[in-house]
């Protein structure tokens, strides 16, 4: 069971309440701070759970590979897709199932099995969250399916079928989505947890992937259906994406998201405007800089980006803090301990920064 004090700390935060502190939700990608917290650990899936706890992390969605620098070489993905570590970056070598419109249009796919999704993957989830018991919840998630169509082909040439055949990309997208719905689904029969994480990318820096109109007519569809059954069982939906997404932002909302993580600072997303416009109707998740502060910054850079982001949107709750996305293996352990530091010490209610 999760703990007491971590529960009623999220749940005030979903609310819009304060409680003790902000909570803190993230996801590690990091060997150093491994190391540092449990050296000489040999199972890592044990180690990432005590690191977790150690720092006070409230809230994840799991970790990453956790490779050190040395750690080079190829490590397979999944069908076809290659991981490839590099001076501990993580880079991705992709055969994408679907080569050509030739190939688009003579794909098919079937929706996850139904009976699946309520066994399998819930049993999955409930192991993960037990895992991580007592003072982090597991938050389990899925997508909507809409990165999950254009992943099957690269944005390049999903980006010509848009024009070229869009009544294939209509069908693929209709048989992802339904997958995601039925996880969706059978997390809210199953009444996982209060949180559900939704993550489809739709945006870069300063822009979104693909047009809005042509979102709204496929994204935002995709993405509504996927909330239904949650909003339905009371459990909150955070979604993620990277990058600027304020020009589909009222549309996500109207779709029944209750947060948005990871308020990519770099992309142009400011928090503090989030937090001034939508004030009691979107929990903002994370925001602090992973792709420069944290990993390049002085441990002084990063206690002063944690303490605005506290200060931008904290006050009143509504807010988890954390990176912009992933402590990635590259960022050093004195700016990984600053960070939490700083996120418990300054996080505490009434806030003082």
């Avoid at 570590?85 to 070598?93: D, F």
């Avoid at 004195?334 to 920064?353: D, H, K, S």
Wanted: glycine share 8%; aromatic share 10%.
């Amino acid at each position: 069971m999760l703990d007491t004090k971590v529960e009623k700390r999220i749940l005030a935060a979903l609310n819009f309440e304060e409680a003790d502190r902000v909570p803190i939700w993230d996801y590690l990608d990091n060997r150093g701070i491994v190391d540092h917290i449990c050296p000489g650990w040999t199972d890592i899936g044990v180690a990432m759970v005590q690191v977790y706890h150690t720092l006070g992390i409230d809230l994840c969605r799991g970790y990453g590979a956790v490779y050190s620098e040395s750690d080079d070489g190829w490590t397979e993905y999944v069908d076809g897709a290659l991981q490839r570590t590099v001076s501990g970056r993580t880079h991705w070598q992709i055969t994408h199932p679907i080569q050509s419109l030739e190939d688009l249009k003579s794909f098919t796919t079937e929706p996850f099995d139904e009976q699946w999704a309520r066994t399998a993957w819930i049993d999955h989830n409930r192991a993960q969250m037990a895992k991580f018991e007592p003072y982090t919840l597991f938050v389990p998630g899925a997508s909507c399916g809409f990165h999950d169509t254009y992943g099957l082909m690269g944005q390049q040439l999903f980006s010509y079928a848009i024009y070229d055949d869009p009544i294939s990309i209509e069908r693929i997208l209709e048989v992802k989505t339904e997958s995601s719905y039925r996880l969706a689904k059978a997390a809210a029969e199953a009444k996982l947890g209060p949180v559900f994480f939704i993550a489809d990318d739709v945006a870069y820096k300063g822009a979104t992937l693909f047009s809005p109109d042509f979102l709204r007519r496929t994204f935002i569809k995709s993405l509504r259906k996927c909330i239904e059954p949650l909003k339905a069982a009371g459990i909150k939906v955070i979604f993620h994406s990277d990058g600027y997404l304020m020009e589909i932002l009222d549309d996500m909302i109207d779709a029944g998201i209750d947060g948005l993580n990871p308020v990519e600072p770099l992309a142009g997303m400011d928090i503090a405007l989030l937090k001034k416009r939508y004030g009691k109707n979107l929990v903002l998740v994370g925001n602090v800089d992973c792709s420069q502060t944290l990993p390049l910054g002085s441990v002084q850079d990063v206690i002063r980006a944690t303490k605005q982001c506290l200060r931008d949107a904290s006050p009143g709750g509504g807010h988890f803090i954390g990176s912009s996305s992933e402590i990635v293996p590259s960022t050093p352990v004195a700016n990984i301990l600053a960070f939490y530091e700083t996120c418990r010490t300054w996080g505490a209610y009434p806030l003082q920064v």
